[in-house]
């Protein structure tokens, strides 16, 4: 049997004791890393092999396990953090022992997303998480575009030094809607700010410690402004360049310029 195991996010206490018993059963422990991981099997006194399964080495990592699975080892897999697969290796996995008609199972524990989706204060039901968005300025883009048409709340993982200008680009974006973001959790500086993006931009001129969740509404404003912005944008087109009609566009209506420009593109083609 394979099992992925969700390993604490901050808090050691999170570690369930059935998670603690897979661990103590298995005869090898796959991990993300094995320095980290060694820290939490040291706190729980298990002394069991193990080896790396990472992004790098996930695919000949992935054959090793298949094979110990079928001279019936029992194997266990953590991540850092939280629950493998999510934005962290493990889908590989379980996608290769469904190939093989091999066993897998989860033992679940403590979850950012699902933590983040309750903490946010705005609804969790339903919800998308995203991961991290690209760095690159293309794959951003293209990223930002596909969350446009969701209108329920969506969570994203970021990094500290990037929180800020995140929180910028889904306000330009997505406009001045609510949000929330959420450090370090169930640590002992745990934090929850919540509000506008742009207060939170004000909040966060200053780099957090530790990884963050971002959860907002995408696409409210936008939605509710969509008819204005046309008629504006259609009366402008007639006499002005598309440029000059987004800039005047977006005063008039308080709307994110980029997003003005977007629109005025698309219907001066259409």
Same mark, same amino acid.
Not at 49 to 76: D, M, Y
Not at 152 to 163: F, I, M, N, T
């Given at each position: 049997?394979?099992?992925?195991?969700?390993?604490?996010?901050?808090?050691?206490?999170?570690?369930?004791?059935?998670?603690?018993?897979?661990?103590?059963?298995?005869?090898?422990?796959?991990?993300?890393?094995?320095?980290?991981?060694?820290?939490?099997?040291?706190?729980?006194?298990?002394?069991?092999?193990?080896?790396?399964?990472?992004?790098?080495?996930?695919?000949?990592?992935?054959?090793?396990?298949?094979?110990?699975?079928?001279?019936?080892?029992?194997? !266990?897999?953590?991540?850092?953090?939280?629950?493998?697969? #999510?934005?962290?290796?493990?889908?590989?996995?379980?996608?290769?022992?469904?190939?093989?008609?091999?066993?897998?199972?989860?033992?679940?524990?403590?979850?950012?997303?699902?933590?983040?989706? #309750?903490?946010?204060?705005?609804?969790?039901?339903?919800?998308?998480?995203?991961?991290?968005?690209?760095?690159?300025?293309?794959?951003?883009?293209?990223?930002?575009? !596909?969350?446009?048409?969701?209108?329920?709340?969506?969570?994203?993982?970021?990094?500290?030094?990037? #929180?800020?200008?995140?929180?910028?680009?889904?306000?330009?974006?997505?406009?001045?809607?609510?949000?929330?973001?959420?450090?370090?959790?169930?640590?002992?500086?745990?934090?929850?700010?919540?509000?506008?993006?742009?207060?939170?931009?004000?909040?966060?001129?200053?780099?957090?410690?530790?990884?963050?969740?971002? !959860?907002?509404?995408?696409?409210?404003?936008?939605?509710?402004?969509?008819?204005?912005?046309?008629?504006?944008?259609?009366?402008?087109?007639?006499?002005?360049?598309?440029?000059?009609?987004?800039?005047?566009?977006?005063?008039?209506?308080?709307?994110?310029?980029?997003?003005?420009?977007?629109?005025?593109?698309?219907?001066?083609?259409?």
């Amino acid at each position: 049997m394979l099992y992925l195991v969700a390993t604490p996010i901050g808090n050691l206490g999170d570690l369930s004791p059935r998670a603690v018993e897979t661990l103590e059963a298995a005869d090898v422990i796959y991990c993300e890393d094995t320095r980290h991981t060694g820290i939490l099997l040291n706190h729980f006194q298990i002394k069991k092999p193990t080896r790396s399964l990472h992004t790098h080495n996930e695919r000949e990592r992935t054959e090793e396990v298949i094979a110990a699975l079928k001279e019936g080892k029992t194997v !266990a897999y953590v991540s850092d953090a939280g629950m493998p697969g #999510v934005s962290d290796p493990g889908a590989m996995l379980v996608d290769a022992c469904a190939r093989e008609g091999l066993p897998c199972t989860v033992i679940p524990g403590a979850s950012a997303v699902l933590m983040s989706a #309750v903490l946010s204060g705005l609804p969790a039901q339903p919800f998308t998480f995203v991961g991290f968005l690209p760095r690159e300025a293309k794959p951003r883009r293209e990223a930002l575009d !596909a969350i446009a048409p969701i209108r329920h709340q969506v969570l994203l993982y970021e990094s500290p030094h990037r #929180v800020q200008a995140t929180l910028k680009d889904l306000l330009d974006r997505f406009g001045d809607g609510p949000a929330a973001v959420l450090r370090e959790l169930t640590k002992k500086f745990e934090t929850v700010v919540r509000g506008t993006l742009s207060e939170l931009i004000e909040r966060f001129s200053e780099e957090p410690k530790g990884e963050c969740v971002i !959860a907002f509404l995408p696409g409210q404003k936008a939605e509710e402004s969509a008819p204005d912005l046309d008629e504006t944008l259609s009366a402008l087109l007639k006499t002005e360049s598309v440029k000059d009609a987004a800039a005047i566009a977006a005063e008039r209506l308080h709307l994110p310029k980029k997003e003005v420009y977007r629109r005025a593109l698309e219907l001066k083609d259409f």
